[in-house]
């Protein structure tokens, strides 16, 4: 006999039996993918139009890149507030709040006047954003037991799908209509679509949309940690992961440009990189499913910092395409394996809290990196040395996950297939 997964809303009431795995969750993951495809547009317009935005305030490159940093410092604050409302409230109050702000703020970005307004914009873009990834990464867990690291990484994965989609498209209405008009467009049509998307969603959960985490299965990862020690643990190596992956994901559009190579080629390296990050999410989520959110962890790492040492060493046209495409394939697992391990090693109930903190910290990372990489570029007048810095950072997330994998061997409850919960 399957056990319900959640409680009914209103005492009296009996809940429909929602099982894990079934028709219904592939069904429900399948429109959490689309709300995330759509709902991130905002990380990645920034990165095409930062050399057009530089140009029409006459700024540096790093002042423009602080809109990238407070978009991801609104995306990683809003996780964890709209990670507090889904544990206690359920998913979609969080969604509806999250489309608000990005139908506004792209609005409101588009009508900017001065740099420090389109930088603000940002900061809510980001806010905006924030219940497409690590609330909805906790959500999907909820809806699966066997194929949980999959669930989670194919809804991470909306992430990758939209800076799959969306540069060439921001790159066309940039180009077409200019940058302004561009975001009012964007701003009223995801907020539209998101709507329609979270109402279906909201019809396929019934009530079942405010969890009841008393029967939920124990942690199988004993690290021998306490929640917040590891916590801080997670979110060092999510810091130090991040500002390593931020080098190329941020500045390879302007990198592009610098070499000559005109900002159209870097927003399809851009894009290259996005889809082949998709296989990497999905194929990271089947082998967490395996051995593990650790192990997966410890695979993404050592992947992307062999990745960023070839940025080094190549600039021609056709190497940078085959590094970007290199790169998406390798660091495409990382951040939804620390989603994967929060749910191994901690407790239900505190599932989109933990995740939205650890997520929080990888977009500081995210921010910071962008940010620092801009810096060290107008410091140096070459991106030598912020592709330098990444492989530095991610030397010391390998440090940390290293450490993790030696006391999960150690104390690791196992019974079951990977390490799943």
Same mark, same amino acid.
């Given at each position: 006999?399957?056990?319900?997964?959640?409680?009914?809303?209103?005492?009296?009431?009996?809940?429909?039996?929602?099982?894990?795995?079934?028709?219904?969750?592939?069904?429900?993951?399948?429109?959490?993918?689309?709300?995330?495809?759509?709902?991130?547009?905002?990380?990645?317009?920034?990165?095409?139009?930062?050399?057009?935005?530089?140009?029409?305030?006459?700024?540096?490159?790093?002042?423009?890149?602080?809109?990238?940093?407070?978009?991801?410092?609104?995306?990683?604050?809003?996780?964890?507030?709209?990670?507090?409302?889904?544990?206690?409230?359920?998913?979609?109050?969080?969604?509806?709040?999250?489309?608000?702000?990005?139908?506004?703020?792209?609005?409101?970005?588009?009508?900017?006047?001065?740099?420090?307004?389109?930088?603000?914009?940002?900061?809510?873009?980001?806010?905006?954003?924030?219940?497409?990834?690590?609330?909805?990464?906790?959500?999907?867990?909820?809806?699966?037991?066997?194929?949980?690291?999959?669930?989670?990484?194919?809804?991470?994965?909306?992430?990758?799908?939209?800076?799959?989609?969306?540069?060439?498209?921001?790159?066309?209405?940039?180009?077409?209509?200019?940058?302004?008009?561009?975001?009012?467009?964007?701003?009223?049509?995801?907020?539209?679509?998101?709507?329609?998307?979270?109402?279906?969603?909201?019809?396929?959960?019934?009530?079942?949309?405010?969890?009841?985490?008393?029967?939920?299965?124990?942690?199988?990862?004993?690290?021998?940690?306490?929640?917040?020690?590891?916590?801080?643990?997670?979110?060092?190596?999510?810091?130090?992961?991040?500002?390593?992956?931020?080098?190329?994901?941020?500045?390879?559009?302007?990198?592009?440009?610098?070499?000559?190579?005109?900002?159209?080629?870097?927003?399809?390296?851009?894009?290259?990189?996005?889809?082949?990050?998709?296989?990497?999410?999905?194929?990271?989520?089947?082998?967490?499913?395996? +051995?593990?959110?650790?192990?997966?962890?410890?695979?993404?790492?050592?992947?992307?910092?062999?990745?960023?040492?070839?940025?080094?060493?190549?600039?021609?046209?056709?190497?940078?395409?085959?590094?970007?495409?290199?790169?998406?394939?390798?660091?495409?697992?990382?951040?939804?394996?620390?989603? +994967?391990?929060?749910?191994?090693?901690?407790?239900?109930?505190?599932?989109?809290?933990?995740?939205?903190?650890?997520?929080?910290?990888?977009?500081?990372?995210?921010?910071?990196?962008?940010?620092?990489?801009?810096?060290?570029?107008?410091?140096?007048?070459?991106?030598?040395?912020?592709?330098?810095?990444?492989?530095?950072?991610?030397?010391?997330?390998?440090?940390?996950?290293?450490?993790?994998?030696?006391?999960?061997?150690?104390?690791?409850?196992?019974?079951?297939?990977?390490?799943?919960?």
């Amino acid at each position: 006999m399957v056990r319900p997964m959640h409680a009914p809303n209103h005492p009296g009431q009996k809940p429909d039996t929602f099982t894990p795995d079934s028709r219904q969750a592939w069904v429900r993951l399948v429109i959490a993918l689309v709300i995330g495809s759509i709902g991130a547009v905002g990380m990645w317009a920034v990165v095409v139009v930062i050399p057009v935005v530089q140009a029409e305030f006459a700024a540096t490159r790093g002042a423009v890149s602080l809109a990238f940093t407070l978009m991801m410092f609104g995306f990683g604050l809003g996780g964890v507030i709209a990670g507090k409302i889904t544990d206690r409230f359920g998913i979609v109050p969080a969604m509806a709040i999250s489309i608000a702000f990005l139908g506004v703020a792209n609005v409101l970005g588009g009508l900017s006047g001065q740099l420090w307004q389109f930088v603000a914009a940002y900061f809510f873009i980001g806010l905006g954003t924030s219940a497409t990834f690590a609330p909805l990464m906790a959500e999907a867990s909820h809806w699966f037991e066997r194929y949980r690291g999959l669930a989670v990484t194919i809804v991470a994965s909306g992430n990758y799908v939209a800076g799959t989609m969306w540069p060439p498209i921001v790159s066309w209405g940039t180009q077409e209509i200019g940058w302004r008009y561009t975001h009012i467009g964007i701003g009223i049509v995801c907020a539209g679509l998101m709507t329609v998307l979270v109402l279906i969603l909201r019809a396929q959960m019934g009530r079942d949309t405010v969890h009841d985490h008393a029967n939920a299965p124990p942690p199988r990862v004993d690290l021998r940690l306490s929640t917040n020690t590891l916590t801080v643990l997670l979110s060092i190596a999510s810091i130090s992961c991040c500002v390593a992956m931020a080098m190329p994901q941020v500045h390879i559009v302007a990198y592009c440009g610098d070499l000559g190579y005109g900002v159209a080629r870097g927003a399809e390296m851009l894009s290259l990189m996005m889809g082949c990050g998709i296989v990497s999410r999905i194929g990271s989520g089947y082998l967490a499913d395996k +051995i593990g959110g650790i192990y997966t962890l410890l695979v993404g790492s050592l992947a992307q910092g062999f990745a960023l040492v070839f940025y080094l060493f190549f600039d021609s046209l056709t190497s940078l395409y085959l590094i970007s495409a290199m790169f998406g394939l390798f660091q495409g697992g990382i951040v939804p394996s620390y989603a +994967i391990i929060v749910r191994e090693a901690m407790p239900a109930s505190e599932a989109a809290t933990r995740v939205g903190i650890v997520i929080f910290a990888s977009v500081f990372g995210m921010s910071f990196g962008g940010w620092v990489s801009g810096v060290i570029f107008d410091a140096t007048g070459s991106y030598a040395a912020a592709f330098a810095n990444g492989v530095a950072w991610n030397a010391l997330n390998i440090g940390i996950v290293v450490l993790l994998l030696i006391r999960a061997r150690t104390g690791s409850i196992k019974t079951g297939p990977g390490f799943a919960t």
